[in-house]
T-cell receptor
Framework: GENVEQHPSTLSVQEGDSAVIKCTYS??????FPWYKQELGKRPQLIID?????GEKKDQRIAVTLNKTAKHFSLHITETQPEDSAVYFC????????????FGTGTKLQVIP | DADVTQTPRNRITKTGKRIMLECSQT?????MYWYRQDPGLGLRLIYY???????NKGEISDGYSVSRQAQAKFSLSLESAIPNQTALYFC?????????FGPGTRLTVL
């Protein structure tokens, strides 16, 4: 089955700096890669996703990149703000049809004001 | 708003007890999932169901069972709870790719 590894497990950045979280996956058939944000005491929520037919996707201060050959994808947050502090999960699945999602182990991001 | 709800939100139980966690959704999604979250281990899939007649084991199904009573309801049972089942449990639904999570149930097994 699919295996998703995520690094780092914790990340501290100064407000205004950039943060990068990296994930690798094992199943070359995976083609959908979402990122979820979980604020303290809350449920995980989708913040951005990317499909294997594109290499990069941006949404305001967040962006995701995908390297299919190397089987890794990354989340980039620019101009970090205190409200970006949360746990971030990457995930991988095969899109369409009835597929299950495999999550990474999470990265706790702390943005220091 | 259409939502995913879980009951109870918190539960403390003793080793050996049977316990049921319930999940309901008003999103009209066919697919439902149960995950457990442990620090440093992320979200691990326990069971999933793609429709009322479909039940599948996830990566950590031992010690758990599920029941899909209707499209909107998916229950997780611990037949004989043990301390290492202490965790935060999430139910989720999906239509195509995005997972919509419930608020979670914090379970403590003493």
């Amino acid at each position: 089955g699919e295996n998703v590894e995520q690094h780092p497990s914790t990340l501290s950045v100064q407000e205004g700096d950039s943060a990068v979280i990296k994930c690798t996956y094992s199943d070359s058939a995976s083609n959908y890669f979402p990122w979820y944000k979980q604020e303290l005491g809350k449920r995980p929520q989708l913040i951005i996703d990317i499909r294997s037919n594109v290499g990069e996707k941006k949404d305001q201060r967040i962006a995701v990149t995908l390297n299919k050959t190397a089987k890794h994808f990354s989340l980039h947050i620019t101009e970090t703000q205190p409200e970006d502090s949360a746990v971030y999960f990457c995930a991988a699945s095969k899109s369409g049809g009835y597929q299950k999602v495999t999550f990474g182990t999470g990265t706790k991001l702390q943005v220091i004001p | 708003d259409a939502d995913v709800t879980q009951t109870p939100r918190n539960r403390i139980t003793k080793t050996g007890k049977r316990i049921m966690l319930e999940c309901s959704q008003t999103k009209g999604h066919d697919r439902m999932y149960w995950y457990r979250q442990d620090p440093g281990l992320g979200l691990r899939l326990i069971y999933y169901s793609f429709d009322v007649k479909d039940i599948n084991k996830g990566e950590i199904s031992d010690g758990y069972s599920v029941s899909r009573q209707a499209q909107a309801k998916f229950s997780l049972s611990l037949e004989s709870a043990i301390p290492n089942q202490t965790a935060l449990y999430f139910c989720a639904t999906s239509d195509t790719n995005e997972q919509f999570f419930g608020p979670g149930t914090r379970l403590t097994v003493l």
